[in-house]
């Protein structure tokens, strides 16, 4: 177990090195110069020539590109210092170092990690229905298969997911505020736990139930497709042909080894939650990373476009791990070489 751990982080180190030098030759030697945005940015659109030269020289970009992602590199372990332009301050960028805001001016670190507690609050609730909701009725339709309400479950779940989720959501958001006009969940959006816990349930509470009720759609098949294989497996009929209870076979034996590959599904899902709902984000004026993220690159602002797209990268790969580790205790047929 532990030499395939460190094999797996190893191995994930490369990919996120990898990533992000992805990430940094796309800026380098893409359509959209960096030096231009900042230009733009800090001369209110009236960018010269010689401007544009100053901070070119500035920002290192008339260095070669594998000095400048050194530079990137050192930074992120060591922190360094960052100068926009000649006549601009200095910004101490300390360790890890992700860049300083084209928009703010501010550490990209510490405002990701301001965002995070939204987006972990957005995650958290909807992979948390997901799973409450999804496997109970996933389970309850493969034990009734083939019956009028295994049907009428799979039809109705798979109408809703066939809508977009951003348009799902925001016809939810549109319904529940305008329509019903319900006082409890009509102020949607982020407010610190620690400030006032019954308001950040509230403000939260319509982007879980629009997450978990789309989500756990998805999850019902996955769940319902799984059991049904499991309890057509000769252990199953084994264990029914010994007299066990039908509840101890199901949600004892049966239903372990089914939830492996629906645990596969749910880390990368919640993966990608904690990365940055974009559209749950956006609709429910929640001010996590996704937004951040989708304002950046509408502002230009690169240095928080990659710092997003690491940060990304680095949960999927952790969350992969996991789910791999969490495999062996789920089902004991599956090793770890």
Known sequence: MFAYLVKRVLSGIVVLFLVSLSIFLLFWFGPSEPAQSICDR?????????????????LGFNNPWYQEYGTFIDGVFTGREIKFSKNTKVYDCEAPCLGISYRTKQDVFDEMKTRMPATLSVALGGATLYLLLGIPIGVAAAKRRGTLADKALVSSFLAISSIPYYLFALLAWLFVTINLQVPVISDTGYFPITDNPGKWASGMLLAWIALGIFGCTQYTRYSRGSMVE??????????????????????????????????????????????????TERIFDIEGIGLWGLEAVYQKDLPVVSATALFGAAILITSNLIVDVIYSVLDPRVRLS
């Open 42 to 58: 800090e001369t209110s659109n009236r960018c010269t020539p010689e401007r544009l030269e100053v901070f070119r020289e500035t």
């Open 230 to 279: 499991v309890l057509s497996e000769d252990y199953i009929r084994t264990a029914k042909a010994k007299g066990l209870p039908n509840r101890t076979v199901i949600y004892k034996h049966g239903l372990r080894s089914a939830l492996v590959p629906v645990v596969t599904i749910f880390g990368i899902d919640f993966g990608t939650l904690l990365a940055g709902t974009i559209f």
